[in-house]
């Protein structure tokens, strides 16, 4: 849960790196309570439950946008590489395939190692 809060803290923050700990748990997070939300409301009340829903997702959309882009930082590529995921299929594989790999060494043009810093 400390990862998805420093994640929603620094809520547009496009610059800098995000480790993988910190990608990867952001998203576990918001899949759960998006689901939570889905199921928990969605027996009370379908129209309720689906309109906080999104909600929910509108009010992630830049969190997650933001440490997409740290997180393409962290292994030496541009923010812009998020834009592959308008490929269909492939595009958000190549995404998947960027996110999971290991942080790049040392210090690099969008700043130092995070892992260095714990």
């Known amino acids: 849960m400390e990862w998805y809060l420093k994640v929603l803290k620094n809520y547009v923050g496009f610059q800098g790196r995000a480790r993988r700990k910190e990608y990867w748990m952001f998203i576990l997070f918001n899949w759960i309570i ?9 027996l009370f009340n379908q ?3 689906a309109t906080l829903s999104y909600i929910y997702s509108l009010a992630v959309l830049l969190p997650g946008l933001a440490v997409a882009v740290r997180r393409l930082h962290d292994t030496g590529r541009s923010g812009w590489m998020i834009l592959l995921s308008l ?3 492939v595009g958000v594989i190549i995404l998947i395939v960027f996110m999971c790999q290991d942080s790049q060494e040392g210090s690099n043009q969008y700043g130092p190692n995070p892992k260095t810093f714990g």
Not at 34 to 42: C, E, F, I, N, P
């Open 47 to 49: 129209s309720l439950g």
């Open 34 to 42: 998006a689901l939570a939300l889905s199921l928990v409301l969605g």
């Open 87 to 89: 490929i269909p299929l």
